[in-house]
């Protein structure tokens, strides 16, 4: 998969060097200009700045340069043209859905991508005349038929939140493309180490760097990156007026997270593949969704456009509901908490937590049973983290 990279480095190495290079003073990472705006040589500097005649800092809402080296950074390592980096990952999809849709515009969503993402088109963006369809995007048909003659935009997520069915990114591109619309993939479950939606014909890739991206659950922020730069000029305005902008500090945090993605990453992926198989074979156990395991009916795509299964695992109990609120109260090591891809493992239940603000009826429509606990597995000793899902299933 990554052979027909465009990158020029591999990930590891993008996410330790891409976006600064050591300016005048030395500083090995880069600066926090915790500064909300710039002085002007003289006034005909500041109105060339102004004008776009001449390149600058002017006022940190519309750019900052600590945040504009993590934008560089993630723009490099999913192989596209441009970042633009949000206050949140929320801010980078409403930012979205801000700039590129109107009234009377129809967006097709995965039925379960990330909760408040459906949550904000269903009972906000609807009350501005855009039109949403929750569909499962897993299979491409469905796809189809949900297309309108307004249909504008194909935001998906794969693997989805939390049933982990896979979308096929290549399918869903050929579809976008061939009534004109923008296709926009949520790669946060991923990251770029594991899944560059870029190379199978994505236009717009988001990431809630909350999640893997930051690393260590203390920061909050969203990352959007175009495969070209006029996807980027289109939304460059609207981002800065909506004021949806990371901060700097922030952005300073966000990149040293970065730097160890990789690392993070496999050594995640590594722990999940051994706690799945180990699930797997648990008699307390009723089914687990996890792409690396035999038994994903969509094992095959998977491995097609991604590099790995990645560290979320879902899972049934025998004993439903009920039996997967024991667990949660029994584990110890882990952290019951939403949130996922920090370097903790947490564990948590979609159906009464992030997934809460769906209806009963949805959320059966999209697979989210109520006995489902998510298991975010992160880069504790496996032995430790195996022993842990062992005395608390028992
Ligand atoms: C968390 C998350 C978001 C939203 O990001 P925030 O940083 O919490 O605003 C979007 N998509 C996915 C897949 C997420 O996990």
């Known amino acids: ?56 800092w002017i006022y940190t809402r519309i750019g900052n340069p600590t945040i504009r080296a993590l934008e560089d950074n993630i723009a490099a390592l999913e192989g596209g043209a ?28 995965t039925d379960a991508v990330y909760g408040p993402t459906r949550l904000v088109l ?4 609807n009350r501005f005349g855009v039109e949403l369809s929750a569909v499962d995007t897993s299979d491409l048909d469905k796809v189809r038929a949900a297309v309108k003659s307004n249909t504008r935009m194909l935001f998906i997520e794969t693997p989805a939140n939390p049933t982990l069915k896979v979308t096929d ?36 890739v988001l990431h809630s760097v909350t999640k893997f991206i930051n690393g260590h659950s203390d920061v909050v922020g969203g990352l959007i990156v175009f495969r070209e730069e006029p996807g980027y000029e289109l939304v460059y305005k609207p981002w800065y007026m909506l004021g949806a902008t990371m901060d700097p500090h922030q952005a300073y ?34 089914s687990v969704a996890y792409p690396g395991l035999k038994s994903h009916p969509q094992r095959k795509l998977h491995k097609r456009q991604a590099d790995g299964p990645g560290s979320l695992i879902s ?10 609120v024991k667990l949660m109260n029994s584990v110890k090591l882990m952290t019951l908490a939403v949130s996922l891809g920090g370097i903790e493992t947490l564990i948590q239940h979609p159906a009464s937590m992030t997934h809460a603000g769906m209806t009963p009826e949805q959320r ?15 880069c504790e000793d496996v032995d430790d983290l195996l022993d842990d899902v062992e005395q608390a299933l028992s």
């Open 82 to 109: 441009r970042g633009m980096a949000c206050s949140s990952g929320m801010a980078a999809s409403n930012t979205l859905f801000f700039a590129l849709l109107g009234k009377g515009d129809h967006v097709i969503v």
């Open 364 to 378: 059966q429509a999209a697979g989210i049973t109520d006995g489902l606990v998510r298991l975010s597995v992160g």
């Open 253 to 286: 945090l966000v990149y040293r997270g970065v730097k160890s993605l990789q690392l993070r990453a496999l050594l995640a992926q590594e722990n999940a593949r051994m706690i799945a198989k180990f699930l797997e074979q648990h008699s307390a156990v009723a």
């Open 1 to 56: 998969m990554g052979k027909k990279n465009k990158r020029k480095l591999e990930a590891g190495t993008l996410a330790i060097h891409a976006g600064y290079h050591p300016d005048a003073s030395g500083a090995v990472n880069p600066p926090i200009y915790q500064s909300s705006t710039f002085a002007f040589r003289d006034a005909e500097h500041g109105a060339r700045l102004f004008k776009g005649e001449e390149a600058g």
């Open 315 to 324: 899972f049934e109990l025998k004993g439903g509901l009920k039996a997967g």
């Open 122 to 125: 269903e009972s906000h963006w």
């Open 169 to 204: 990114i290549a399918g869903c591109s050929e579809i976008a493309r061939k009534i004109g619309a923008v296709l926009v993939v949520d790669n946060t479950f991923m990251s770029p180490v594991l899944q560059r939606p870029f190379e199978h014909g994505a236009d717009i």
